[in-house]
């Protein structure tokens, strides 16, 4: 599986703008781009996915670069409630729809 | 509403027992997974199913059983020859294609 690289953490204020990078140098073509998020204690959330085109929904943003080896998740004013564990998987569209592979992920902390 | 219910969000374990880890959806979701997370780590994938009466092993398998009678249902069973048992049990569905829903967990401890 191509693998994915994000650092280990981060820290916003409240309301402010969040860019949560992630490098992924060797995807493939038919790669799609996930992200979840898992708050304390809970299981893993999906927040967003894409292929080669910028994503929108109403809980986030997803830019990704050109060449694809590199992608972005913007929480446009982050809350309290958004500090979790951020994950960018690489999920190919072939095959079976298994296997998400996680890695370490972001920490997210959300100061008030 | 729709979603996973994992039960019990606790559960402990003597050694050299079974035990097993209820996982339900109602989103009529074809394809469930078992997950396992230790601290500071990210998820691992145990056993997955696609479909009724069929699953595959996953990256770590040993000391890990399933079944999947109903397409409802998906219990994953923690042998005693799980040498390591404790950690955090997720569940997950997912419609084909799609993302994967999560249960909030199975907790398992050792006594």
């Known amino acids: 599986d191509a693998k994915t690289t994000q650092p280990n953490s981060m820290e916003s204020n409240e309301e402010e703008p969040v860019h949560l990078p992630c490098n992924h140098s060797?995807?493939?073509?038919?790669?799609?781009i996930h992200w979840y998020r898992q708050l304390p204690s809970q299981g893993p959330e999906y927040v967003i996915h894409?292929?080669?085109s910028n994503v929108n929904n109403r809980m986030a943003s997803l830019a990704i670069a050109e060449d694809r080896k590199s992608s972005t998740l913007i929480l446009h004013r982050a809350t309290l409630r958004d500090a979790a564990v951020y994950y960018c998987?690489?999920?190919?569209?072939?095959?079976?729809?298994?296997?998400?592979?996680f890695g370490k992920g972001t920490l997210l902390t959300v100061n008030p | 509403d729709g979603g996973i219910t994992q039960s019990p969000k606790y559960l402990f374990r003597k050694e050299g027992q079974n035990v097993t880890l209820s996982c339900e959806q109602n989103?009529?979701?074809?394809?469930m997974y078992w997950y396992r997370q230790d601290p500071g780590q990210g998820l691992r994938l145990i056993y997955y199913?696609?479909?009724?009466?069929?699953?595959q092993k996953g990256d770590i398998a040993e000391g890990y059983s399933v079944s999947r009678e109903k397409k409802e249902s998906f219990p994953l069973t923690v042998t005693s020859a799980q040498k390591n048992p404790t950690a955090f049990y997720l569940c997950?569905?997912?419609?084909?294609?799609?993302?994967?829903?999560f249960g909030d967990g199975t907790r398992l401890s050792i006594l």
């Open positions: 998987i690489l999920k190919s569209s072939g095959g079976s729809n298994y296997k998400l592979t």
């Open positions: 199913s696609q479909i009724v009466n069929d699953f």
């Open positions: 894409g292929l080669t």
């Open positions: 060797t995807i493939s073509g038919t790669d799609y």
């Open positions: 997950a569905s997912s419609a084909s294609p799609g993302p994967q829903h």
């Open positions: 989103l009529n979701h074809d394809a």
